[in-house]
Each structure stands twice: as structure tokens, then as C-alpha cells.
């Protein structure tokens, strides 16, 4: 009932907002995380230029609640009049693969506009290990097992995902300890609690790994990263083996395609400046800018290989 309601408000919008030009009032950007997070920032640059170039503010809007999912839910429901967007990152298509009461689904609810930018994800060691490269890495896991912990940002996190998949290639068994960010897991593997990690690697990852604070193994793309220079891919080790996180602005499912489109546009030029690109590579991260349709796709298919592994590993979250 409640989509049909929204089909009919976009059907009036179209009807209605011609003399309208998109956007014609504020525009929310709910971002379903803490400020100062990868897709908050992400946020705020884009909302500042957006704001600039279409006329009405971009205001960005942190909803944490339950780990953002009831925020992710609100954007669903709202009017489809693109004048409410979502700033969300990759756990997005894999939530709903791991909390069953979830009432939103990512394909069905949501209209992609783009995927902004993707962070590659780097697997990292405390120092003490005495490792540095995956292949002496796993072989030492083997040895040790349990007595080895891997941290998380959370126990439906990327970062858990990604090291559940890494463990499932590598026929490894280390324990997860799951934190409540990604800050306290990279604090804990600074000190030595924790002794591994594979997780988003941007933000101030690159210089702890510089200054010899944590050793870099691989990364987790299938190409090498300029953010980490001279640093293997995991899949040399294990051909295929490739995760990443990303950041990515959706619509209300049934948002007029011409909404969709005007903001797609604006974002695109917007991206084809280069100081916008610097202040992206600034924070670790590649520009994307893609089709609404490339965003799609890699919802479908971001949802299809975490489902392998979930069912694969019965993973579930309450």
C-alpha cells in the first residue's frame, strides 16, 4: 500500500512539477551514520557544491539509531519527490542479507543515482606478528589459530565481511572480537589487543602504515592502489579475491527519472572538476561518478556474493 501511495505522488509530481524545476525546496541528505564516518564526509562535500549549483541548500542529516537502519527505512518512505536522498556505504546491499526484520530492501525500495567514490580495503597487522606479506601472514594463522583475534567496525560491517570472506579463501581460523566503529577496532590493533584487521583504507590508515605502526599485507582490489604504492593485491595471493568499500547517493524507490537525472548531472560535473578530485584523493579515496545503472548493478551483485558467503557461514545479526 504504502509503495502504490508513493507511485501515485510521483505520478502528481510529474504532473504538477513541471512549472517546477527540480530541486524547487531544501533537499535532506540522511546520511545513516556518526559524523566525521567515511559516507558523512563524503556528504558534506558533495552537499556544499550541490547546493551551489541547483539553487536550494543540500542539508545533511546523521541518522545513527540502530546502527542507521531506521534512518536507511525513513528515506525509503518518503515522499518520492527527490527532495529526501540517502548517503550510504557498502553495508547497505548486505544488511538486509543479515538482519531478517529489516523492512527495507535495497533494490526494491531505493532508486540508485550514483556511486560517488570507493576506498580500497587494506589488510593490516600489528607489527609484532613479524609478518609482511599475506602468504607468511596466513601460514602463521595456521599455526596459531585461535589464539589469533581479527577486529571488526562492527558485527554487520564491511570490514567483517571482507575478513570473512579473506578467512574462507585462506582455510584460516582467527576469532572475531567486533567493535562499535571502526575507530576503537584500528585503536585496539594500534596497541597490540587485536592483531589483524582488513578494513576501508583511507582516512589516517596510509600514514600508521607509513611511520611503521601497522604493516600492510595486501589489498583487497584487484588492481594495486596509488594510496599504497608498491603494495601487493591480495588476489596475487588468491586470484579473484576482491572487496571494497564504497559511498553511494540513492532516491526513494519511484523518484521521477527527470529528479534523478538533474542530479545526476550536477554530481557529474561536479566531479569533472579537478579540485574536487583532490579533495577526494585527499581523504583515500577514488572517484567513481558512475550511471545510475553501473550503481545497480553493483548493488546486485555486491548482494549476490555476500549472500554466498552468509549462507556459506550462517552469519546473522540481532
Not at 549549483?53 to 536507511?72: A, H, K, M, Y
Not at 583511507?202 to 611511520?211: A, C, H, R
Not at 579475491?241 to 529528479?259: G, H, I, N, Y
Request: hydrophobic fraction near 45%; charge should be positive.
Amino acid at each position: 500500500m504504502l509503495r502504490a501511495l508513493l507511485g501515485c505522488a510521483a505520478v502528481l509530481w510529474v504532473l504538477s512539477g513541471a512549472a517546477q524545476p527540480y530541486p524547487s525546496k531544501p533537499v535532506r541528505i540522511v546520511v545513516p551514520a556518526s559524523p566525521g564516518g567515511a559516507s558523512d564526509l563524503v556528504a558534506r562535500l558533495v552537499a556544499a557544491q550541490l547546493s551551489e549549483t541547483l539553487g536550494q541548500p543540500f542539508i545533511v542529516e546523521n541518522r545513527v539509531t540502530s546502527g542507521g537502519i531506521v534512518g536507511t527505512q525513513q528515506v525509503a518512505e518518503s515522499p518520492p519527490d527527490g527532495h529526501t536522498l540517502l548517503a550510504t556505504f557498502d553495508t547497505f546491499a548486505s544488511n538486509a542479507l543479515l538482519f531478517k526484520s529489516l523492512k527495507w530492501d535495497p533494490i526494491r525500495d531505493f532508486a540508485p543515482v550514483m556511486q560517488l567514490c570507493r576506498y580500497p580495503q587494506v589488510l593490516l597487522v600489528h607489527p609484532s606478528l613479524g609478518v609482511h606479506n599475506v602468504r607468511d601472514f596466513v601460514a602463521l594463522a595456521k599455526q596459531r589459530g585461535a589464539q589469533l583475534n581479527y577486529a571488526s567496525a562492527g558485527p554487520a560491517s564491511s570490514s567483517r565481511l571482507a575478513y570473512e570472506l579473506f578467512k574462507d579463501v585462506a582455510g584460516i581460523d582467527t576469532v572475531p572480537v567486533h567493535y562499535k566503529g571502526g575507530g576503537p577496532a584500528l585503536q585496539d590493533l594500534l596497541s597490540g589487543q587485536v592483531q589483524v584487521m582488513l578494513i576501508q583504507g583511507g582516512g589516517p590508515i596510509p600514514q600508521y602504515v607509513k611511520s611503521g605502526k601497522l604493516i600492510a599485507l595486501g589489498i583487497s582490489s584487484l588492481s594495486p592502489s596509488k594510496f599504497y604504492p608498491g603494495l601487493p593485491t591480495i588476489a596475487d595471493t588468491y586470484p579473484g579475491f576482491a572487496t571494497e568499500s564504497w559511498v553511494a547517493m540513492l532516491a526513494p524507490a519511484a523518484t521521477p527519472k527527470p529528479a534523478i537525472e538533474r542530479l545526476h548531472g550536477a554530481l557529474a560535473k561536479m566531479f569533472a572538476e579537478p579540485a574536487m578530485r583532490e579533495r577526494f584523493e585527499a581523504q583515500g579515496c577514488d572517484i567513481v561518478a558512475g550511471t545510475p545503472e553501473d550503481l545497480g548493478r553493483v548493488l546486485r551483485e555486491d548482494q549476490a556474493k555476500w549472500a554466498r558467503l552468509v549462507r556459506a557461514k550462517n552469519i546473522t545479526v540481532e
